[in-house]
């Protein structure tokens, strides 16, 4: 059977023209016969939409807090206070509750802002707020 009269259903594998005893595999169709009669491409279901689009949320959200958060300061005072006291389980206890109340803090404002505020100016309001901070601190550096 040449592989490509094969069914779009049927998979085979990389090797099966340098291997005799290789099969093809089957791969699940995503296909469906409507009541209609025409072969269709089904909707997902609600609940797959919400777990992807929560995952993506989850993930985009955990990435970047994790490497915005790689070698600030608090992370260096954490290090620090860990390095001095004797229990570091504690010291991380005490900083995970910080940075969760936080976040909380700005899960909370941010929603309230999208209430009251276009999510447009929120986004420049943000740039704006970033460029001055760091048109203070290269003032700094110059004038000190």
Do not use: C, Y
Request: hydrophobic content about 45%; cysteine-free.
């Amino acid at each position: 059977m040449k592989l490509s009269s094969a069914p779009p259903t049927l998979s085979a594998p990389e090797s099966l023209n340098q291997t005799k005893d290789a099969k093809p595999t089957i791969i699940e169709s995503k296909l469906h016969i409507s009541d209609s009669g025409k072969l269709e491409k089904p909707t997902q279901e609600p609940s797959q939409n919400f777990s992807k689009g929560a995952l993506a949320v989850f993930g985009s959200t955990f990435l970047t807090i994790f490497l915005s958060e790689m070698g600030d300061k608090t992370q260096v005072a954490t290090l620090l206070m860990s390095a001095e006291s004797q229990s570091p389980w504690l010291v991380f206890a005490g900083a995970s509750s910080a940075l969760i109340a936080t976040s909380l803090l700005g899960v909370l404002l941010g929603r309230w802002l999208a209430t009251k505020v276009s999510p447009q100016i929120l986004n420049k309001a943000a740039g704006i707020s970033m460029l001055v901070i760091t048109m203070q601190l290269v003032w700094e550096i110059f004038h000190s």
